[in-house]
């Protein structure tokens, strides 16, 4: 009887949609086992400013910036990389897993849940998301870091007695990882990734050409001709914003050369931290690093000439991960697939069923 019970169960389980998430600072993704990624939605909660009543999350809530009465704030609750404000992680844990199991039906397990979370989050903070996790409605919790997770969905051989760089840049943060045997060997994080470059963008309209511009387009701007390499053909773009002398709207044509140089400063932080990171890896690492070069993750890895300029400074080859917008994501899942064989590169957990 009570093995056939057993028997059921792990049926039922087997039904339940497991899920790995990863809570970027500009954009969380879950991905459930055996699908895939599910869904991709801007990391903000739309609260209500006196009672913390959260209104929306996601896209609703993204939408709503600008655009509500004054009592309704947004906020991006892991904008520096760290957990900011617990309740309102919990809440949107509690909406992506609701996203992902509206048709459940009541006897099927609550699923397990692989969270990626930020390189070197205290203890207090790592307990903080896994009691979210579970609050919203997880079987089980695992957690494990942003780069573990970034090279494991770039496919590099992060268990192998092999060095693997992955640089993973983010809206808030950039984090740069040197793997080997399944753990971080040497990695540093710094808080200049796109978003700063946005803010770059912005800084430039105002000091060059009296334009107030909106963080949005400065965002636009920045993925229409941004780079960080001389490019073979100028590319150039409007930007549209509020003249700040007359008040009106006004537009400006803006080519790359000019991009370029607003967010060199920025572009320059993060290949230091590419750097200091390099000449901290033990001799042995480097060799190998030498050969299977620097992986790029994160959607920051996208702009133009990143991987050129990084190898020229670095002497080191640079290779974009496929896909780097969903490398965390898929790294979650292939933990979630393969819990059996990757279950030495999580984090450990205080609570487990
Ligand atoms: P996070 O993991 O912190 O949520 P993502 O990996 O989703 O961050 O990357 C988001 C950042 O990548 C944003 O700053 C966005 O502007 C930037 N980004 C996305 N696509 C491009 C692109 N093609 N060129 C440059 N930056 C990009
Ligand atoms: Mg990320």
């Not at 500009?26 to 739309?46: F, I, K, M, Q």
Request: glycine residues 8%; charged residues 25%; proline residues 5%.
């Amino acid at each position: 009887m009570r093995r056939r019970f057993r028997l059921f169960r792990s049926l039922l389980q087997r039904l339940t949609a497991d899920v790995g998430i990863d809570l970027g600072t500009a954009y969380s993704l879950v991905y459930v086992r055996n699908h895939g990624v599910v869904l991709n939605e801007p990391s903000v909660v739309a609260l209500n400013a006196t009672t913390r009543q959260v209104l929306a999350v996601g896209k609703e809530a993204k939408e709503m910036v600008g655009r509500t009465p004054g009592h309704i704030v947004a906020v991006r609750p892991l904008v520096d990389g760290v957990i900011s404000d617990f309740e309102v992680t919990e809440a949107m844990l509690r909406y992506f897993l609701e996203q992902v199991h509206k048709q459940r039906i009541a006897l099927i397990p609550r699923p397990r849940v692989v969270v990626g979370i930020p390189y070197g989050v205290t203890e207090v903070e790592r307990r903080a998301v896994e009691e979210a996790a579970l609050n919203a409605g997880a079987r089980e919790v695992y957690l494990i870091e942003e780069p573990m997770a970034a090279a494991i969905g770039a496919q590099l051989p992060v268990q192998e007695a092999t060095g693997s760089l992955i640089v993973d840049i983010g809206g808030g943060t950039t984090e740069v990882a040197v793997l080997s045997l399944g753990g971080i060997v040497t990695s540093r994080s710094v808080r200049t990734a796109g978003d700063e470059l946005n803010e770059d963008i912005v800084r430039f309209a105002r000091d060059e050409h009296n334009l107030l511009l909106g963080e949005r387009t400065a965002e636009e701007v920045k993925i229409a001709v941004g780079s960080a390499w001389p490019l073979t053909e100028k590319l150039s773009h409007p930007m549209r914003g509020r003249d700040l002398v007359s008040g009106l709207p006004r537009e400006v044509i803006v080519d790359s050369e000019a991009i370029r140089k607003a967010i060199d400063r920025s572009v320059r932080v993060i290949i230091d931290a590419v750097k200091l990171t390099i000449e901290e890896t033990p001799p042995e690492l480097l060799a190998d690093l030498m050969t299977r070069g620097i992986t790029l993750a994160g959607g920051g890895g996208l702009l133009r000439g990143l991987d050129r300029r990084l190898a020229d400074v670095t002497n080191v080859p640079v290779h974009i991960a496929n896909d780097p917008l969903t490398c965390v994501a898929r790294g979650t899942g292939a933990v979630l697939e393969n819990l059996d064989v990757l279950q030495g590169v999580l984090l450990p957990t205080a609570y487990r069923s």
